[in-house]
């Protein structure tokens, strides 16, 4: 193994549970009688996807989708000038991050979300230096789960895909890893009730990286 392909959310950043929070905030404030669960299908997803006309599935709105939508973001904008990025950082991350980087691996944050909102999360967390390379699916005309940000990962370090790894906790994420031909390992997700069953292992945190990654094969 020569490289290793991080999502964000859900992998390095505690961010899921925030996220479904302040959703749940929204709902209350608002009124809407929408079950929080919905909102599960939005995890690892990419705007291009466009999850939310499953999210309302039979149910009726007295606003249109792209309002609520507008109207959700306004509320959490709000809500992200309140937070400290860097307490939701999952505690091993960094020195974990640090090991595989004396080790000589290669390291890439590879995510669903805006190239800013990647960069602030990773700067907060002191995170960012530590990655040689940082990309968006935005970049891509694909987004997961097709493979294409992996796969420009891959050619970017110029490895084969046998020789990368790819760490993801959602369905979506684990998808574009394995469609990239490489080793996708999940973050055990213990709240959304995630589908990874076609990762090819799993960990609890990324301390369990380098145990995994010296295991005979």
Known sequence: MKAIFFDLDGVLINSEIMHQEMTREFLEQEHYDVPLERFHLLIGSHKSLNPWPKVFEGIELPISVEEFRQRLRAFKDEKF???DY???VFPEVREALLKLKKRGFKIACASSSNIEYIKTMLQSGQLFSLFDLVVSCDNFERSKPAP???QYC??????????????EDSEIGIQ?????GMKTIARKDYNFHLNQ????????DLNDLLALIDKPC
């Open 148 to 150: 294409d940000i992996y």
């Open 81 to 83: 000038k309140t937070i």
């Open 176 to 180: 574009a890893g394995k469609r990239a």
């Open 197 to 204: 069953s076609e990762a090819d292992d799993f960990i609890d």
């Open 154 to 167: 891959q050619n970017y370090f110029g490895f084969a895909a046998e020789d990368c790894m790819v760490v």
């Open 86 to 88: 860097a307490t939701i």
